[in-house]
T-cell receptor, first 115, second 118 residues
Framework: AQKVTQAQTEISVVEKEDVTLDCVYETRDTTYYLFWYKQPPSGELVFLIRRNSFDEQNEISGRYSWNFQKSTSSFNFTITASQVVDSAVYFCALSDYTNAGKSTFGDGTTLTVKP | GAGVSQTPSNKVTEKGKYVELRCDPISGHTALYWYRQSLGQGPEFLIYFQGTGAADDSGLPNDRFFAVRPEGSVSTLKIQRTERGDSAVYLC????????????????FGEGSRLTVL
């Protein structure tokens, strides 16, 4: 069975601080996908990134970066120079390779960025 | 609009009643997913359609839940004899394809239908 753990339930930072959201996963599959989604107060989940299990390169997109370490089964998400608009619930998710849209989600981390 | 549309946005019903929730995916998306999100938790997979057929319904909690997608576009999630434990936000998502081959990796979610069973 697959499992995703986001140990940080809530994080609060002041604007311009860097913040890292942790994600640890469990799976018996050798190939899989990992995802991060953002859920703002409006409720609509917004896709941020997908990672294949065989690609451990870190990725940067603007102020966002992702660190995938297969050895520790972690897929952490860092926001650099946080902004108030980053306030949301962030979900990490895992799916197997045969049905990538069928994901197991963590319980999310609520990020609050204060001005 | 261009996104995934879900109706109603809010539904309050009494225990034992029948409920239908509708999802209109992005045009051209062949794959459609239903998830359920309880308060303070992440979404849980319910069912996946590829075209008109339910390719994977392993997440449906029991036989009170049923979903259809008769023409390969709009889908309806049906809940019979609702119980208080069914209260949640029901999310629909679509993507160009459902499988691994050629899939862009992006699911597009709607804003959800909030179901409250009194």
């Amino acid at each position: 069975a697959q499992k995703v753990t986001q140990a940080q339930t809530e994080i609060s930072v002041v604007e311009k601080e860097d913040v890292t959201l942790d994600c640890v996963y469990e799976t018996r599959d050798t190939t899989y996908y990992l995802f991060w989604y953002k859920q703002p107060p409006s409720g609509e989940l917004v896709f941020l990134i997908r990672r294949n299990s065989f690609d451990e390169q870190n990725e940067i997109s603007g102020r966002y970066s992702w660190n995938f370490q297969k050895s520790t089964s972690s897929f952490n998400f860092t926001i650099t120079a946080s902004q108030v608009v980053d306030s949301a619930v962030y979900f990490c998710a895992l799916s197997d390779y045969t049905n990538a849209g069928k994901s197991t989600f963590g319980d999310g981390t609520t990020l609050t960025v204060k001005p | 609009g261009a996104g995934v549309s879900q109706t109603p946005s809010n539904k309050v019903t009494e225990k034992g009643k029948y409920v239908e929730l509708r999802c209109d995916p992005i045009s051209g998306h062949t794959a459609l997913y239903w998830y359920r999100q309880s308060l303070g938790q992440g979404p849980e997979f319910l069912i996946y359609f590829q075209g008109t057929g339910a390719a994977d319904d392993s997440g449906l909690p029991n036989d009170r839940f049923f979903a259809v997608r008769p023409e390969g576009s709009v889908s309806t999630l049906k809940i019979q004899r609702t119980e208080r434990g069914d209260s949640a936000v029901y999310l629909c998502a679509s993507s160009l394809r459902g499988g691994a081959n050629g899939w862009t990796g992006e699911l597009f979610f709607g804003e959800g239908s909030r179901l409250t069973v009194l």
